[in-house]
């Protein structure tokens, strides 16, 4: 079992991973290393560890009450150790100085409607917009319209960063969520943060632009007709002779309205999942209308690493604890080595209580709007605020 604590005047933060096979040992091991009585707790837990619907009970019993959020992940990690196959138990305990904390569980069918005002997203996370410092989500892939929730919290709560994971391990109905003392097999769940907390997003993309920006033509849903007047399969295909090998993704503008050339922060990266010869057209994993820019994407190991160094390099906060949220595709199979996204963030924050899991998809902001990204590292950086975040 490996712990780490970083301690500031006010708030506290430690990190333990345990491998142990049993679940009850494991959460005995990460619960006895804390050494100092927590407002909130993080954990991932492996289906290795075998009934992970124990897990936020036993752990708050532990820990007298603690709400426990996170949830299942095919791996996970905790001070600079991921731990990708086999059975693990990661935990971030924070004690933040008595900062407000709210957990909500969502559900698709129950989320404010799209026609409502914002303050129904206020009202359902249950911190005002003026006390909210930033939301952390993780969500089920299967049950939860997770593109509509980031998209209904941006709306009721702007100004509040939220970064978070989709959970893995398991097929429909086999994932867990821990909300509270709970876990759910369905939905999300959220913690808002108060505002004396500082959250700073830093979202790290794993892949390199090729060729040239081209605009949709002809669209219907999730099927791309014609990109700049041609089949968009002819067009991609022009691009693809520049991209040296790796797989191909495209990047989707993430603002339609902005008349200026997008440039590379600008494109979401969705897969292609279907491709028909005859007509020259391609399916992607998004809604893509006429008029989007629409740039070729290739995933490699070199601009995954530049780009999670850079980020981190212009990160402004002095973090005291750290949620990373990693694709399941990236970790030992990308990069050829084991903890290299975690190790990216100990070479910035040396001493930093950190915690996570590989997902099936991670949330964070581009350009000061959520998404649902895939092949990133969404990292939420936490420390305490020392200024007025107003």
Request: one cysteine or more; charged letters at 20%; a negative charge.
């Amino acid at each position: 079992m490996d712990a780490a604590m970083l301690r500031s005047a006010s708030m506290q933060a430690h990190s333990a991973l345990s491998c142990a096979s049993q679940l009850d040992q494991a959460i005995a091991e990460v619960a006895d290393s804390i050494p100092f009585r927590p407002e909130l707790c993080l954990a991932f837990a492996t289906p290795g560890l075998g009934d992970l619907s124990r897990l936020p009970s036993e752990l708050g019993r532990r820990l007298d009450g603690v709400p426990v959020v996170g949830g299942s992940g095919a791996g996970v990690l905790a001070n600079g150790q991921e731990t990708e196959n086999g059975a693990a138990l990661g935990l971030l305990a924070l004690d933040l100085d008595g900062s407000s904390v709210e957990v909500r569980h969502f559900e698709t069918d129950s989320l404010p409607s799209d026609d409502g005002p914002p303050g129904d997203w206020v009202e359902a996370i249950g911190m005002s917009r003026e006390d909210c410092g930033g939301l952390l989500i993780c969500a089920d892939p299967f049950s939860m319209d997770s593109e509509a929730l980031v998209r209904g919290l941006d709306f009721g709560l702007p100004a509040a960063p939220k970064v978070g994971g989709l959970v893995s391990g398991g097929g429909p109905g086999s994932q867990t969520l821990f909300c509270g003392d709970a876990a759910r097999e369905a939905g999300a769940v959220t913690v808002a943060l108060g505002n004396d907390i500082e959250l700073e997003p830093v979202v790290a993309r794993g892949c390199r632009p090729v060729g040239r920006t081209g605009t949709v033509s002809s669209a219907k849903g999730q099927i791309v007709h014609r990109i700049d007047d041609q089949p968009a399969l002819d067009f991609l295909r022009q691009q693809a002779a520049e991209s040296r090998g790796g797989s191909m993704f495209l990047g989707v503008e993430s603002d339609p309205l902005d008349p200026t050339e997008p440039s590379v922060d600008d494109f979401l990266i969705r897969n292609f999942v279907g491709s028909d010869d005859a007509s020259g057209s391609v399916a992607i994993g998004a809604l893509v209308g006429a008029g989007r820019r629409v740039r070729l994407h290739v995933r490699d190991k070199d601009a995954s690493r530049l780009d999670l160094h850079e980020r981190l390099a212009s990160a402004r906060s002095e973090a005291k604890a750290a949620l990373l949220f990693s694709c399941l595709g990236r970790g030992q199979a990308l990069f050829g080595e084991r903890h290299h996204d975690s190790n990216a963030i100990r070479q910035r924050y040396p001493e930093v209580a950190l915690c996570g899991a590989f997902c099936n998809g991670e949330i964070g902001p581009v350009g000061g709007v959520s998404y649902v990204h895939g092949y990133t590292a969404s990292i939420a950086l936490l420390s305490q605020r020392t200024s007025d975040p107003t």
